[in-house]
Nanobody, 120 residues
Framework: VQLQASGGGLVQAGGSLRLSCAAS????????MGWFRQPPGKEREFVAW?????YYADSVKGRFTVSRDNAKNTVYLQMNSLKPEDTAVYYC?????????????????WGQGTLVTVSS
């Protein structure tokens, strides 16, 4: 599985962005897809995952929405009401069955990351 993330950029606080992650391979629909982020100077952290259901980090719940289009092999992260603390490099990840879905170590495939900068 190869992943290509896009959609990052500079946005003012309160604004919105939609990230996309295009995946190669014929088994996309059976994979869990996740979003993680790495703020400047910090470790990579969980944001959201999509499988048969969805799950979000508390810090983004109610503001971010993960969705997927299996026909296009693409997963999206709609980010609304952005805050300066959302500034990070955002990564998409894929795995057939991540054991600990909120842990980056459980995910086997990663995209290259896309930078989101939220100005105050």
């Amino acid at each position: 599985v190869q992943l290509q993330a896009s959609g990052g950029g500079l946005v003012q606080a309160g604004g919105s962005l939609r990230l996309s992650c295009a995946a190669s391979g014929r088994t996309f629909s059976s994979y869990f897809m996740g979003w993680f982020r790495q703020p400047p100077g910090k470790e990579r952290e969980f944001v959201a995952w999509s499988g048969g259901s969805t799950y979000y980090a508390d810090s983004v719940k109610g503001r971010f929405t993960v969705s997927r289009d299996n026909a296009k092999n693409t997963v999206y992260l709609q980010m609304n009401s952005l805050k300066p603390e959302d500034t990070a490099v955002y990564y998409c990840a894929a795995d057939p069955n991540p054991r600990m879905r909120v842990s980056a170590h459980s995910w086997g495939y990663w995209g290259q990351g896309t930078l989101v900068t939220v100005s105050s």
